[in-house]
């Protein structure tokens, strides 16, 4: 994927009227945690305050973490989960899962949390009517790191995925170690064999699996239909590096339903096609549109334990796609129910497919009048989408790393105007879309009338419709296949 040297950041199209208008988080690259209007006004920043993601909770809180542990130790142990007020003050901080000390670092208690928490109230940490997250009090989920030694999946040392649950005083009071259920997945000898070799390895470990998502289920009507799997309890994520995303039970332990690893099982999975290097697979929460389907971000790029190929000589990292999918789906069936892919998006497939493409973080989020908000995150765009592809809000993120160049957004949430009463709502200015054969930077030449020559013997171009013309199931078969 390339990108020009020079384009607009902010927000560069709104449609207010088709909006589902509200304050929009995310982290703001070193700055931050940084809260935006619909126009892209920076209304409120949290300076320093990491965040893998923010998240806002009703009154103005908002989530995320003081420091992150020494890269040279750790990758991504963040030292606690902190929930702060709209002046900063700290009301609530979980640090104390692991005592660690580090070679030249002051011992110190961690949570060494990554990627998600879920705070008592909210199953998924986003607005969903009536499911408003507790501001004090209640119990948080929280993703975290242990290392572990499992030979039954390699003799090297592992970066292991723990979910556990704490209450409001700081206890622990459930914990679950992904590293204990290596064996209720359906792993091909070839993925074994890899995995044993090589489980993904760090500095700190064999990162093997990867979890960048966890959330409650919720209130759901497959679990009102009698379907015990899908208990509101129970917690559903995904494992980048795996290809997996499961649920597990949280009273016996065990992994109830999953896709993945190997998505040429059944005939519903090759219908469904590979998911790869996914993030924020959830459910969709009750009162939204869409309710109790599974809504994921498929990055593509590459991830997963296989048989050797080309693109991946080890067979590590074996499944590969170079553009993203943004799929809704019965878990029941597995049948898609709504996408945005490149050809939703309006690009050539597959010539131009990696047009819609962030092979790492990126997220999507349902919103109350059935748009979505969709993080394309390794480029910083974040886009509104109606149900029928009309992108009605785009915002580029203006924040550049100062180590690394770029504006990455690792997840952003969109939050209705009365969760933040410190603010009057702002005023909505529609921002029409430019266009780019027009524009032209300050002091550029304008476009306007050219000298023409008429060659003799050249037949005028006549092709009307795109190269690739195919409906959306088409498409998609033909980039799957390719």
Known sequence: MTYPSIYPTGTTIYDPSQCWNGYTIFQAKELGALLIDMNGTEVKLWKGLHGLPNKMLPG???????????????????????QVDWEGKV?????????????????????????????E?????????????LTDGGNTLILCHKNVRNPDISDKLLLDDCFIEVDWAGEIVWEWVLSEHFHEFDWSEEARNILSRNPNVRNCGGDWMHVNSMSALGPNKWFDAGDARFHPENIIWS??????IAITDKKSGKIVWNIGPDYNTTPALKRLGWIIGKHHAHLIPRGLPGEGDLLVFDNGGWAGYGAPNPGAPTGNKNALRDYSRVLEIDPLTLKIVWQYTPAEAGYRVPMDANRFYSPFVSSAQRLSNGNTLITEGSGGRLIEVTADYRIVWEYISPHFGRFARFNMVYRAYRLPYEWVPQLNVPKETPIGPVDVTTFRMPGAASPGPVEVTEVPGVKPYQRTEPLCVLNTGEALDSMNKA
Do not use: C, S
């Open 121 to 133: 109230g909210n199953p998924v940490g986003y607005y969903a009517p009536g499911m408003d997250p």
């Open 239 to 244: 494992a980048r590096e795996a290809n997996i």
């Open 91 to 119: 009301t609530w901080r979980f640090n104390k899962y692991e005592y660690i000390e580090d070679p030249g670092e002051a011992p110190q208690w961690m949570a060494r949390h990554h990627h998600d928490f879920q705070r």
């Open 60 to 82: 103005g809180y908002v989530l995320g973490a003081t420091g992150e542990r020494n890269t040279q130790y750790g990758m991504q142990d963040f030292l606690d989960v902190v």
